[in-house]
């Protein structure tokens, strides 16, 4: 059914005369366009351009653009263009292409590159400050949030807590537990491995306990928690602004702080120190795996080394700032998710940032306390 | 042979189509002829958007045959990647978000055809106007839309490849009466001026009055009464009589004094 297209143009003396044949359809594209482009240097000089279209058998938009194109070039050099041979069927078609892109839309305004970046830093610096105010202004509800549950302890929406904490505390453990696991079984081979070199392979003790417990347990987890559960958070929460979920609970009176992000953040904050017990827990076993298999060292000795390397404080020092980081976890993740806007894309490159950017405070945080916990001495 | 497939867009015989035990459609025999509007309509979740997802290919169906211009349709990649045969509007308009307007209508274009930019340009522009939409709209992102222009932008998009059929799946909902109004008439424009065959599944019982040349009614899984609108208001099967002449249906009834 299809036929190939043709166009042949015969000149006579001031006329051309244009034959297009065949199909004028999308699926011969790349011809048609071809053969247009040929012809189209011939529209200029000719005096009268007739278009005989009785050889053409199908005709769609793109055919009928590309003659109408023809035609139009041909009238703005100043000469005539008749088209002829129309068939019935097709002649409502090319009456509404002759009204198409008659209007060429405002050329956009070129500016200066210069200010273009000036621009576009000016906006870096209001983003930051903005994610900043945002934070806070997170922080500030969620504070509003907990005076009111004191105030009012049945308001606290325990059902939804005891579910969160299912999800990011209970259902995390597996695969917690084998990355904190590894961790420590490395730290110990890395640790046996060069310290024997000098004879002071006992010490892998005193190194995998105090790291793991004061710094690398909580600091692993935490990041792991930022990537499974912020992530989490920042999705539905994106998600149910897109459809306008969030809206209707504010509309019927509720607080979406209070009924979302409430539960999810405590959540967060009783989990994390129970996942980094847990981790530091499986690290040191794995350090210790490492240390009776690979140094040597059997799991008695290993044991009493521990109880004479670490204390109570080193582990005190790594749980205070779980639940530092569960907050600052769970505000960036649940700030973010509140700013998707309506597109799909919008609700990735909210995640993305919601993931970035908290692990990037947890890391800064565990700084700013190694500092704090150095200059009280603990 | 060749009469009835140049006459008939799609006919499907015998359909059976089922999701686990609970059957949606059951031996459901349906003709679209060539260049016409049919409307479908049944209850809601009755299976019409089940249907007309099995005619593009999209559901497996568990007996029967679909043929869409000639051409049999089965539910595998060959089908669903036929593209240019049809053209379809979703309900929400599924326009693809992180896609400008303009890119959204190239989109087909671009993957199926060997085009330049400037042509692709023109056309995406051309189908823009020919919806009833301007030329700037081209550059707004599918969330910057009032749902009356989504509506015309994904259906200059399933114009792109000028199929022969457009599906059209509620192409009404959401719309005020007269942003309805002016896309049934864009729709019965379009018809002419393409020559397309519609398929619309539809509750809008305006439009079915005014754009559509047949109604089909998809009750119990099958096709009950199936004809121009005043055949259907006359239908004698009960679900028929319910749904055109409920209450809200009493603006289509002829004035009896």
Not at chain 1, 14 to 26: F, I, V
Not at chain 1, 240 to 257: F, H, N, Q, V
Not at chain 2, 69 to 97: E, K, V, Y
Not at chain 2, 113 to 139: N, P
């Amino acid at each position: 059914m299809a036929t190939a297209p043709l166009l042949t143009a015969t000149p006579s003396g001031d006329t051309l005369e244009l034959r297009p044949g065949g199909s004028w359809t999308a699926a011969n594209a790349a011809t048609l366009e071809r053969l247009s482009g040929d012809i189209a240097p011939q529209l200029d000089s000719a005096g009268i351009v007739k278009v005989d279209m009785a050889g053409v058998r199908e005709l769609d938009t793109l055919g009928a653009w590309l003659l109408e194109k023809m035609s139009r070039r041909a009238t703005s050099a100043g000469h005539r263009a008749d088209i002829v041979g129309i068939a019935d069927n097709y002649s409502g078609l090319i009456d509404e292409i002759r009204q198409v892109n008659r209007r060429t839309p405002a050329p956009v305004p070129v500016r200066n590159p210069i200010v273009t970046k000036l621009g576009e830093i000016g906006r870096g610096t209001i983003g930051a400050s903005e994610d900043i105010t945002a934070f806070l202004q997170m922080l500030g509800s969620l504070c509003i949030a907990i005076l009111g549950v004191l105030r009012r302890p049945r308001s606290l929406r325990l059902t939804s807590l005891t579910y969160q904490l299912y999800r990011v505390g209970w259902q995390a453990i597996p695969i917690i537990v084998l990355i904190t696991f590894l961790i420590g079984a490395i730290i110990a081979q890395q640790g046996i491995f060069h310290f024997r070199k000098f004879g002071a392979d006992s010490y892998v003790v005193d190194m995998v306990g105090i790291l793991v417990l004061r710094e690398l347990g909580v600091l692993i987890v935490a990041i792991m928690v930022a990537g499974r559960s912020g992530s989490a958070y920042t999705a539905e929460l994106g998600s149910m602004k897109m459809r306008e979920e969030i809206d209707a609970l504010s509309t019927m009176g509720l607080d979406p702080i209070e009924v979302l992000m409430l539960p999810r953040i405590l959540a967060l904050i009783c989990a994390l120190p129970i996942l980094s017990f847990i981790g530091s827990m499986a690290a040191l076993y794995g350090g210790g795996l490492v240390a009776w298999f690979y140094g040597g060292m059997g799991p008695a000795i290993f044991i009493a080394r521990l109880h004479e390397a670490v204390s109570v404080t080193h582990f005190e020092v790594g749980i205070i700032k779980a639940p530092f980081m569960a907050l600052v976890i769970g505000i960036v993740a649940c700030s973010e998710g509140l700013r998707v806007k309506g597109s799909a894309e919008s609700l990735g490159k909210q995640t993305t940032t919601s993931v970035v950017k908290s692990i990037f405070l947890v890391i800064v945080l565990d700084g700013l306390f190694a500092v704090f916990f150095a200059s009280i001495g603990m | 042979m060749q009469d009835t497939s140049e006459q008939f867009a799609i006919r499907v015989r015998d359909l059976v189509v089922a999701f686990r035990r609970h059957v949606v459609i059951d031996h459901l025999a349906l003709d679209v002829r060539r260049g016409e509007i049919l409307g479908l309509v049944g209850a809601s979740g009755g299976g019409k958007s089940v249907l007309m997802r099995t005619i593009i290919g999209l559901i497996p169906r568990q007996g029967g045959e679909i043929e869409v211009m000639g051409a049999p349709i089965n539910h595998d990649r060959a089908t669903r990647s036929a593209a240019g045969r049809w053209g379809i509007l979703f309900q929400q308009g599924a326009l693809f978000s992180s896609l400008t307007v303009r890119q959204n209508i190239q989109f087909p274009l671009r993957e199926n055809l060997m085009l330049s930019d400037a042509l692709m340009d023109e056309i995406a522009t051309a189908k823009l106007e020919m919806v009833g939409l301007k030329a700037e709209d081209g550059d707004k992102f599918p969330s910057e839309l009032s749902g009356g222009m989504t509506k015309r932008v994904a259906l200059a998009r399933a114009l792109a490849l000028d199929p022969a059929i457009v599906f059209l799946d509620e192409p009404t909902s959401g719309l005020d009466p007269i942003a309805a109004g002016d896309f049934d008439a864009l729709i019965k424009t379009l018809q002419k001026t393409l020559g397309l065959t519609v398929f619309m599944v539809t509750h809008d019982l305006a439009s079915l009055n005014t754009v559509c040349d047949r109604v089909a009614a998809l009750a119990d899984g099958k096709i009950v009464a199936i004809g121009p609108m005043r055949e259907l208001l006359q239908s004698e099967h009960p679900w028929v009589r319910a749904y055109f002449h409920g209450k809200r249906s009493q603006m289509l009834q002829p004035k009896a004094s």
